[in-house]
């Protein structure tokens, strides 16, 4: 088991770039494929991207791709999504998840066995 906790959202002007950070206290964080996922006001949540254990993987959505970054740093238990050219369109709650299993599941919410409360992303413009 592991508990994920997000930071680093907040208020941003477009353009503008910033980081969140998913952290667990569990050393079996190692363990997990982790990704990002994001629901925007009446929206359903979409999948942002993922990383394998080792970080010998990512995966990006197409509107993520050239704009985030996922990283992990295991010493540290977190992984990081580096947020660039931010858009309006980018205003969500972004979560972090662990464990789908296997990696083909990466992008199926359902397919996750833990998740953090989100971290608000607001970007004016």
């Known amino acids: 088991q592991v508990h994920l906790v997000e930071s680093g959202g907040g208020l941003v002007q477009a353009g503008d770039s910033t980081r969140l950070s998913c952290t667990a206290s569990?050393?079996?964080?190692?363990?997990?494929?982790i990704s990002w996922f994001r629901q925007a006001p009446g929206k359903d949540r979409e999948f942002v991207a993922g990383?394998?254990?080792?970080?010998?993987?990512?995966d990006y959505a197409d509107f993520a791709k050239g704009r985030f970054t996922i990283s992990r740093d295991n010493a540290k238990n977190t992984v990081y999504l580096q947020l660039n050219s931010l858009n309006v369109e980018d205003t969500a709650v972004y979560y972090c998840a662990a464990d789908p299993d296997e990696w083909s599941n990466r992008a199926l919410q359902e397919r996750y066995h833990y998740w953090g409360q989100g971290t608000q992303v607001t970007v004016s413009s």
């Open positions: 569990e050393p079996t964080f190692s363990w997990y494929i």
């Open positions: 990383i394998t254990q080792r970080s010998q993987k990512s």
